[in-house]
């Protein structure tokens, strides 16, 4: 049984891993500046987090990775990075499930180059070694594929231990799938976890680990498309503050609020503390004229006694500051700031998507930019 210094260990490594995951394939996508439209590799660079995050639908990679070829070509270049996306390991949150989701839509990836590559899962999942080794052989010879989804593919190369789903959010056990593919996994144990039972479990396990005070909740995110809400009240039997097992949990599914009160990260294991570390374009900010478009951070004990800039750099550097200046944010937290912060200045973007990437990077995808309803004139950056 694990001690509870090493559960909460676990837990927060557990938490770490799946956010580095998100960022693999960024700077790939972003290095292909070269080809496409200017401003296209940089913005499918910022979308690239988002479709990795645990609460993504599990096709949108693929969608991702098709795009990127409808955008930037068919160099061997650019396929070479849009098969890395295919090949990319999404998040699956362990408090709310224990194998990951993979998508069961026969036509993604549409890019024939895409098709027949099967992605990596976490090393955590039985069975992983199989698939782990598989992804890396598809890249360089891809399995056969001829109207097999990624997740058929991957059952009929014997890894089954997932969840289906499909472009419309709806999900199955591995088990139906493999029955539906001609008999690829015949005899193969199969998985037939629920959600909700693995929901039941991860309880189970918080809460066999002795007495504590601590009441966190997992985080429905990596079930979000599924209707068992995987939504559950766990102990955590530690003596750590109830941010950092908050942390640890990674609790709250889109836009739940954390201890603080405060609207949460999505992604797993970031707490902002007292803060939303989410940053606006407007125009006419601080007298300037309502042509003029400059960046500021929303949030305004995070914005205080900082100047809104045109230079978004100026204004990630001051929210990442303020993390540990007044947000009593945690480590993970802090540390998703730096590696957002490079996320920007690699894209050398300054513009509304700009804002929007680094929104998404850390979590906080789809918040209002102009949350002042400033006037925006022929808005750069809007396609
Ligand atoms: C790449 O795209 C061009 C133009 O769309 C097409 O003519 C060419 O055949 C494609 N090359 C490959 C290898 O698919
Ligand atoms: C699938 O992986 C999970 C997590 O490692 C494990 O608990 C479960 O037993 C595995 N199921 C199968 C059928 O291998």
Known sequence: MYSKIALLATLLAAAEARFNQEQAVAPLIQALSSFGQPGQAATLAGASP?????????????????????????????????????????????????????????????TAELRGIVPLVDPAVTGSDVENANSAKSLTAPFSADGLSVAEVMIAQGFSNFTLQGLDGSTSAAAAGAANSAGAAAGTDV???????AAAAATTAAT????????????????????????TAATAATAATATEAAAAAGTGAAGAD?????????????????????????????????????????????NKGQEEAL???????RICDQLTNVCEANQAAKDACTAAKAQIQALGTKDVTTADAWNTALG????????????????????
Do not use: W, Y
């Open 208 to 231: 066999s680990c002795g007495g504590g005070t601590i009441t966190v909740t997992a985080s429905a995110a990596a079930a979000a498309a599924t209707a068992a809400t995987a939504a």
């Open 50 to 110: 988002g479709v990795l995050l645990a609460g993504a639908n599990a096709c949108a990679k693929l969608q991702l990775a098709d795009k990127i070829v409808a955008e930037l070509g068919n160099d061997t270049q650019v396929i070479a990075v849009a098969q890395k996306v295919v090949a990319a390991e999404k998040n699956f949150n362990p408090f709310a499930v224990s194998i990951p989701s993979i998508c069961s839509d026969a036509t993604l990836p549409a």
């Open 258 to 302: 954390n201890a603080n009160g405060v609207q949460q990260s999505t992604i797993q294991g970031l707490d902002f503390g007292l803060c939303v570390p989410t940053m606006k374009f407007e125009a006419g900010l601080d007298g300037r004229p309502d042509t003029e478009f400059t960046f500021q951070a929303i949030d305004p004990l995070v």
């Open 311 to 317: 230079n978004p750099n100026i204004i990630t550097n």
């Open 364 to 383: 906080f995808a789809g918040t209002n930019t102009n949350p002042d309803n400033a006037p925006q004139p022929g808005l750069v950056g809007h396609t």
């Open 191 to 197: 998985a037939a976890t629920t959600t909700a039972a």
